[in-house]
């Protein structure tokens, strides 16, 4: 087999961007992860967050399309509610507020997923403490252009 200086090039360019792509899927996971920690310490304000009790995020476990996926979060006694869905092109979902004559701290939407993700929920409770749930929700058809 004889090569010339285009095959070469060809083979070497290719090598060059198999080697590439992964590197920067890991890194773009990596800034996201970072991304998403970022924003729950700045709506903590780097206060402890508990897992768990308190909270309540209901939705389904597979979304046949994702460009309308019921929620709803519940944590009695909150007055914010932060909703993310980190695999997203744009994490923060939505944030909820509530007052102090609200009747149930409870709220309910439709979000767009990218793609099969945990959504994350954190509760800022009226006493100042955090709590945070996941679920997983398993995206069968893109939302977010995919």
Do not use: Y
Request: hydrophobic share 45%; aromatic share 4%.
């Amino acid at each position: 087999m004889i090569l010339d200086r285009r095959d070469v090039l060809a083979a070497g360019a290719a090598g060059a961007v198999a080697g590439i792509l992964p590197w920067t899927a890991r890194a773009q996971e990596t800034e996201a992860a970072k991304a998403v920690d970022d924003l729950i310490a700045e709506f903590t304000g780097g206060a402890e967050v508990t897992e768990g009790d308190g909270i309540t995020l209901d939705a389904p476990e597979i979304a046949e399309n994702g460009n309308t996926v019921p929620i709803s979060v519940e944590a009695e006694g909150a007055s914010e509610i932060l909703v993310l869905a980190p695999g997203n092109p744009v994490p923060p979902v939505a944030t909820f507020t509530f007052g102090e004559l609200v009747g149930k701290h409870m709220a309910s939407t439709r979000i767009r997923l990218a793609k099969t993700q945990d959504i994350t929920a954190i509760a800022r409770l009226a006493d100042g403490k955090f709590v945070r749930t996941a679920r997983n929700v398993k995206v069968t058809i893109g939302g977010c252009g995919g």
